[in-house]
């Protein structure tokens, strides 16, 4: 089983991967229609959506929670530096 390296999500099943390419190392959530990897400002964006929709949290608590969790995925270990 591999593990998003964007988001940490386990990719289980095909479905879990864009286009349902198996070689990929990132999940569905993550990627864009085209199968390529979300940028970091897409996923960040996304991922603070989410945190609000799902933990009832406001903008600013998810935008520094979603920093935070973003900056310990391997696809974005730099993304202070971008």
Not at 1 to 23: A, Q
Not at 56 to 63: F, L, P, Y
């Amino acid at each position: 089983m591999k593990i998003c390296i964007s988001c940490g999500m386990p990719m289980t099943k095909k479905s879990d991967y864009p286009l349902e390419d198996e070689n990929k190392d990132f999940c569905i959530h993550c990627a864009k229609p085209d199968g390529t990897l979300q940028s970091y400002e897409e996923k960040l964006e996304g991922t603070v959506r989410f945190l609000i929709r799902t933990q009832g949290i406001d903008e600013t608590a998810a935008h520094e929670l979603a920093i935070r969790t973003l900056k310990k995925m391997p696809a974005w270990e730099t993304a202070g530096d971008l």
